[in-house]
């Protein structure tokens, strides 16, 4: 018994008090910030892994970026990874970061669902499946409902059955092997529901666009809610995506 | 001589492994498995003009030497098979039957591997894998997945059960791939392909991509400096002791103790933190690269990591003392899910969990690279092969690899100044490349055209092996202890499926 207090005095409370604020340690890799300096357009575009970054303007995909960081190595004064971690939206179009500007990864809320705010804003359980996903956004997810993150506080939790959810995270870029489990998957999670897809490798493909072992026609059939860049996504940005999708309620703002 | 011996990451021409006739081939090889410090870390076969060129690598771990040796044969001939001798080589061939459609006479178990894309019978599917089945009344199946209770990679499980008690367990996977070998050749750029080694275990990056730099330095002819390599050393021991902290949380969820789920979940934090204050990225993405070292480790880096380990241990050795000393954890953990000796050593089990099972194998030891050359590591050893064991072995590993990144942080390495240009690899070559990730030895082989660019490129994680041990394990087990047996192995889907 003592020693059991003992460890829990240790232990502490481990939990991050404001996950909308909270400062990450040393560095990381979140949403890049593109200058108006002149570079080697060319050299630039053909240096990134999975052809996230366009031309004219120069953008970042972020639903392609693999967070490497190469182009900001090799042109440090051009581009510059931030530590802000909201990197999440709704919108395709807004994952797209261009140069000449520094504005923050926003949700569009005229593209959510009004069911959204009214069924999800206090409870969210989530069903995750793994569709060639290579278990680090997976890491990240569990991360999500550890002590230091502690998203049950919010009421969002993964849970063990589609029938029990109200909606499906999908990992991986969508291999044909796990083509018809996720399909079935999806089809068991009772009305309404949404989808999220976690990881770069979900959003694009990543690394793995276009290889023939992938079937990604899932994602033409239904309205995404969610995309949560990241290779692997981190909690914070999952955390912070999920409760601006579901505390943003459309009709209000 | 029948075959030639390289060491780890050594470059050889092409040309000069022995070829011989498929039968001496096979006497050779298999014979060499008799000896028990030799296994099979690579079997695979290259197309080479209409026929199949079949090419096996078996390490040695006392002379720490890779005996390379190969054979050519005809898709359509039906050979006999090494499995019949040796069940280690079981999973080789299953996949030379499924790429190529090459048929054996005397296989045991010649079954799908994981269906790949290019596989050669392109009507067999997924849904319809051939599973094992009994006829009895008294049995009864149960089928798990492919998508599970938890935030897990997919797999499916087909247990054969009498009332509680397992009998059978058949593991069915593929659900992962994703073509990963041949987007190494179709992908040009190093970057994309050192991208892609991040990506074949995500929770074994550091391993991965050590085994494809070193494999790509070697076909370069590049000599990595002190800086890389204590880099490469550092990461992968502080992967090992992130994933062992985080398996131990688990394996205290899957028996339901909370205090210890709690506990060593969040010592993992720091550590995959630590990587992030490091490198950018809490799992090390980005951290390893061919030739070029993007995040030098200063000596503010080294007094971070040097603390963060002081306030881990002792809380890390309060909450295993406390653990692994109460009756009712112990209970679900000794004598549960058992390998013995003679079946890891059959298997060709590597890894952790062959060292828990008895088998010394370890690639730290028996063919050293980057700071082990010079470490005189000596690997935990557990004996009874249980789910206590691959405790045990995982905690004393912790407690190894902080003193060993004790000693590394004494000596930092200088900033390279003089940055040497990387080169390009050599034409006609082989190199195979071999890493002790926390899981065990990872396999990386790569063949170069006459041009120098990449014509083969093979991965080997050590899930291969294991997912077989997992199997054996569970017999005869209580079907409720299977997740406990599953996570003290905690064996990669995406490794394995490719």
């Given at each position: 018994?003592?020693?059991?207090?003992?460890?829990?005095?240790?232990?502490?409370?481990?939990?991050?008090?404001?996950?909308?604020?909270?400062?990450l340690p040393g560095i990381f890799r979140g949403r890049p910030v593109i200058t108006n300096e002149k570079i080697d357009t060319a050299a630039l575009v053909k240096l990134c892994p999975t052809g996230a970054i366009g031309s004219s303007p120069i953008s970042i995909d972020l639903g392609k970026c693999t967070f490497c960081g190469e182009c900001a190595f090799a042109f440090p004064n051009k581009i510059t990874f931030t530590k802000d971690y909201k990197l999440?939206t709704?919108?395709l179009e807004r994952l797209i970061v261009t140069e000449g500007t520094n504005q923050p990864v926003?949700?569009?809320?005229?593209?959510?669902?009004?069911?959204?705010?009214?069924?999800?804003?206090?409870?969210?359980?989530?069903?995750?499946?793994?569709?060639?996903?290579d278990?680090s956004c997976?890491?990240?997810?569990?991360?999500?409902?550890?002590?230091?993150?502690?998203?049950?506080?919010?009421?969002?939790?993964?849970?063990?059955?589609?029938?029990?959810?109200?909606?499906?995270?999908?990992?991986?870029p969508?291999?044909?092997?796990?083509?018809?489990?996720?399909?079935?998957?999806?089809?068991?999670?009772?009305?309404?529901?949404?989808?999220?897809?976690?990881g770069t490798d979900?959003i694009s493909g990543g690394i793995f666009s276009g290889s023939?072992?992938?079937?990604?026609?899932?994602?033409?059939?239904?309205?995404?809610?969610?995309y949560v860049p990241g290779n692997p996504i981190h909690?914070?940005t999952?955390?912070?995506?999920?409760?601006?999708?579901?505390?943003?309620?459309?009709?209000?703002? | 001589?029948?075959?030639?011996?390289?060491?780890?990451?050594?470059?050889?021409?092409?040309?000069?492994?022995?070829?011989?006739?498929?039968?001496?081939?096979?006497?050779?090889?298999?014979?060499?498995?008799?000896?028990?410090?030799?296994?099979?870390?690579?079997?695979?076969?290259?197309?080479?003009?209409?026929?199949?060129?079949?090419?096996?690598?078996?390490?040695?771990?006392?002379?720490?030497?890779?005996?390379?040796?190969?054979?050519?044969?005809?898709?359509?001939?039906?050979?006999?098979?090494?499995?019949?001798?040796?069940?280690?080589?079981?999973?080789?061939?299953?996949?030379?039957?499924?790429?190529?459609?090459?048929?054996?006479?005397?296989?045991?178990?010649?079954?799908?591997?994981?269906?790949?894309?290019?596989?050669?019978?392109?009507?067999?599917?997924?849904?319809?894998?051939?599973?094992?089945?009994?006829?009895?009344?008294?049995?009864?199946?149960?089928?798990?997945?492919?998508?599970?209770?938890?935030?897990?990679?997919?797999?499916?499980?087909?247990?054969?059960?009498?009332?509680?008690?397992?009998?059978?367990?058949?593991?069915?996977?593929?659900?992962?791939?994703?073509?990963i070998?041949?987007l190494f050749l179709e992908k040009k750029t190093l970057l994309q392909r050192t991208t892609l080694a991040e990506s074949i275990?995500g929770?074994?990056v550091a391993g991965h991509t050590t085994a494809f730099v070193n494999l790509w330095e070697a076909l370069c002819g590049f000599q990595a400096d002190d800086e890389l390599r204590f880099t490469r050393t550092l990461a992968?021991?502080l992967e090992?002791?992130?994933?062992?902290?985080?398996?131990?949380?688990?394996?205290?969820?899957?028996?339901?103790?909370?205090?210890?789920?709690?506990?060593?979940?969040?010592?993992?934090?720091?550590?995959i933190?630590f990587f992030q204050q490091w490198c950018g990225n809490r799992l090390a993405k980005g951290l390893i690269r061919a030739g070029n070292n993007h995040f030098p480790f200063d000596?503010e880096l080294?007094?971070?990591?040097?603390?963060?380990?002081?306030?881990?241990?002792?809380?890390?050795?309060?909450?295993?003392?406390?653990?692994?000393?109460?009756?009712?954890?112990?209970?679900?953990?000794?004598?549960?899910?058992?390998?013995?000796?003679?079946?890891?050593?059959?298997?060709?089990?590597?890894?952790?969990?062959?060292?828990?099972?008895?088998?010394?194998?370890?690639?730290?030891?028996?063919?050293?690279?980057d700071?082990?050359?010079?470490?005189?590591?000596?690997?935990?050893?557990?004996?009874?092969?249980?789910?206590?064991?691959?405790?045990?072995?995982?905690?004393?590993?912790?407690?190894?690899?902080?003193?060993?990144?004790?000693?590394?942080?004494?000596?930092l390495p200088a900033e390279s100044r003089e940055k040497k240009e990387l080169g390009s690899p050599a034409?006609?070559?082989?190199?195979?490349?071999?890493?002790?990730?926390?899981?065990?030895?990872?396999?990386h082989?790569a063949?170069t055209?006459?041009q120098g660019a990449l014509?083969?490129y093979?991965?080997?994680?050590?899930?291969?092996?294991?997912?077989?041990?997992?199997?054996?394990?569970?017999?005869?087990?209580?079907?409720?202890?299977?997740?406990?047996?599953?996570?003290?192995?905690?064996?990669?889907?995406?490794?394995?499926?490719?």
């Amino acid at each position: 018994m003592f020693n059991t207090l003992k460890i829990l005095f240790h232990h502490g409370r481990q939990s991050i008090p404001n996950v909308a604020t909270a400062e990450l340690p040393g560095i990381f890799r979140g949403r890049p910030v593109i200058t108006n300096e002149k570079i080697d357009t060319a050299a630039l575009v053909k240096l990134c892994p999975t052809g996230a970054i366009g031309s004219s303007p120069i953008s970042i995909d972020l639903g392609k970026c693999t967070f490497c960081g190469e182009c900001a190595f090799a042109f440090p004064n051009k581009i510059t990874f931030t530590k802000d971690y909201k990197l999440a939206t709704n919108s395709l179009e807004r994952l797209i970061v261009t140069e000449g500007t520094n504005q923050p990864v926003l949700l569009d809320a005229s593209l959510i669902r009004s069911e959204i705010s009214k069924y999800f804003s206090g409870s969210l359980k989530l069903r995750q499946v793994s569709a060639g996903g290579d278990n680090s956004c997976e890491m990240e997810l569990n991360a999500c409902g550890n002590v230091n993150f502690d998203m049950g506080r919010f009421g969002i939790e993964f849970v063990a059955s589609p029938r029990h959810a109200d909606g499906i995270v999908i990992t991986g870029p969508l291999s044909e092997n796990m083509a018809l489990p996720l399909q079935i998957c999806y089809d068991a999670i009772p009305e309404p529901k949404i989808i999220i897809l976690a990881g770069t490798d979900a959003i694009s493909g990543g690394i793995f666009s276009g290889s023939p072992a992938l079937n990604r026609h899932f994602l033409n059939q239904y309205k995404i809610d969610l995309y949560v860049p990241g290779n692997p996504i981190h909690p914070l940005t999952f955390i912070n995506g999920v409760l601006d999708l579901i505390r943003t309620n459309p009709r209000h703002t | 001589m029948n075959h030639i011996a390289v060491k780890n990451n050594e470059r050889l021409s092409l040309t000069s492994i022995p070829r011989s006739d498929y039968e001496r081939f096979l006497e050779h090889n298999t014979a060499l498995l008799d000896d028990s410090a030799n296994h099979c870390v690579t079997y695979f076969g290259v197309p080479e003009d209409g026929k199949i060129k079949l090419i096996c690598g078996i390490a040695n771990d006392n002379e720490h030497n890779i005996y390379l040796s190969c054979a050519e044969i005809n898709r359509t001939e039906i050979l006999p098979s090494f499995s019949k001798h040796h069940l280690a080589f079981q999973v080789f061939e299953r996949e030379l039957h499924e790429n190529f459609g090459i048929n054996f006479s005397d296989h045991p178990w010649l079954k799908p591997v994981r269906f790949a894309f290019d596989r050669a019978d392109k009507d067999s599917c997924i849904e319809y894998y051939p599973f094992y089945q009994s006829d009895s009344v008294e049995l009864h199946e149960v089928g798990v997945g492919p998508i599970h209770a938890g935030i897990i990679e997919p797999g499916h499980f087909r247990f054969i059960c009498n009332g509680e008690q397992i009998l059978h367990l058949e593991i069915q996977l593929g659900f992962q791939h994703r073509g990963i070998e041949r987007l190494f050749l179709e992908k040009k750029t190093l970057l994309q392909r050192t991208t892609l080694a991040e990506s074949i275990a995500g929770d074994t990056v550091a391993g991965h991509t050590t085994a494809f730099v070193n494999l790509w330095e070697a076909l370069c002819g590049f000599q990595a400096d002190d800086e890389l390599r204590f880099t490469r050393t550092l990461a992968l021991e502080l992967e090992r002791i992130a994933v062992h902290t985080g398996d131990l949380s688990a394996i205290c969820t899957d028996i339901g103790y909370q205090l210890g789920n709690a506990v060593f979940g969040r010592l993992r934090t720091p550590i995959i933190n630590f990587f992030q204050q490091w490198c950018g990225n809490r799992l090390a993405k980005g951290l390893i690269r061919a030739g070029n070292n993007h995040f030098p480790f200063d000596k503010e880096l080294g007094i971070a990591l040097k603390n963060m380990l002081d306030q881990y241990k002792p809380d890390f050795n309060e909450i295993c003392q406390k653990t692994f000393r109460q009756p009712s954890v112990l209970s679900r953990l000794e004598k549960t899910g058992v390998v013995s000796w003679e079946q890891a050593g059959s298997i060709g089990a590597v890894g952790m969990a062959a060292r828990a099972s008895g088998s010394e194998r370890d690639i730290r030891k028996t063919h050293p690279h980057d700071k082990y050359i010079n470490l005189g590591h000596q690997p935990v050893i557990k004996h009874h092969g249980d789910v206590y064991s691959r405790v045990q072995v995982r905690k004393a590993e912790i407690i190894q690899s902080i003193g060993y990144i004790r000693d590394l942080l004494m000596h930092l390495p200088a900033e390279s100044r003089e940055k040497k240009e990387l080169g390009s690899p050599a034409a006609n070559s082989i190199v195979i490349s071999l890493t002790e990730g926390w899981r065990g030895e990872i396999c990386h082989c790569a063949i170069t055209d006459q041009q120098g660019a990449l014509r083969h490129y093979k991965i080997k994680d050590p899930s291969i092996h294991n997912w077989v041990a997992l199997a054996l394990a569970v017999r005869n087990n209580e079907i409720s202890d299977f997740p406990v047996c599953n996570k003290s192995f905690n064996l990669s889907y995406s490794g394995h499926d490719l």
